[in-house]
């Protein structure tokens, strides 16, 4: 091979001319990195879409336009899985989110149902309206409308602004601004086992209403 072929354009013998490789062409690369921006943005609007359907299910679930009553009597009590609850469901000392099984997306649906020895109620309490140790109050705290979803011991109390409510004493305010109690859903027991309510709180949901 003669010194000329280090300068010819791959014209001497049978060498194949030198191609340039997709991962060394600066135009692959280029290619490659709009490529990649494209099924980065595919992926992004996948991810979104994702995501659509779930936050127009909430904005279904709570749906603030009902203005009906949350409970009425007859009406069954549900946890968050829309299983009824049976007399058993709970122990003494125990609380859980319940809803009315008809209606359970409305925003004044949430409620908080306890359960202590009937000789542990007491004050503000409306007896006829607990059933065997059972007691059910709106979740929906007087002051500013929060989820009233924490507890110090047996009190109940609202995150926001620290409400507290004596579950024991007809969800009373024991400290903090609600300016009255949670107000108290009347239960009592169906024919086969289930909680059910006898009709609607007894009082105005949420603040407001005095």
Do not use: N, W
């Amino acid at each position: 091979m003669s010194d000329d072929c280090d300068t010819c354009d791959g014209c001497c013998g049978d060498e194949e001319p030198t191609r340039p490789s997709i991962y060394t062409d600066a135009r692959a690369e280029m290619e490659r990195r709009d490529y990649a921006k494209v099924l980065a943005t595919v992926g992004g609007l996948t991810a979104v879409g994702s995501l659509a359907a779930p936050l127009m299910g909430l904005t279904r679930v709570f749906e603030r336009g009902y203005s009906g009553p949350v409970y009425s009597d007859g009406v069954a009590l549900v946890d968050g899985e829309g299983e009824r609850v049976t007399e058993d469901t709970l122990a003494e000392g125990e609380q859980l989110t319940v809803f009315p099984e008809p209606r359970p997306g409305i925003a004044d649906a949430p409620t908080l149902l306890v359960r202590y020895p009937e000789d542990a109620y007491g004050g503000e309490t409306a007896m006829e309206s607990t059933v065997g140790g059972y007691a059910a109050y709106s979740k929906v705290c007087t002051h500013a409308g929060c989820m009233v979803s924490d507890t110090e011991g047996e009190t109940l109390v609202c995150p926001c602004h620290f409400g507290k409510f004596d579950p024991t004493s007809g969800a009373s305010v024991v400290g903090g601004p609600p300016p009255r109690a949670l107000p108290q859903l009347p239960l009592t027991l169906s024919s086969d086992g289930h909680l059910v309510a006898t009709g609607d709180f007894e009082g105005p949901v949420g603040p407001g209403g005095e």
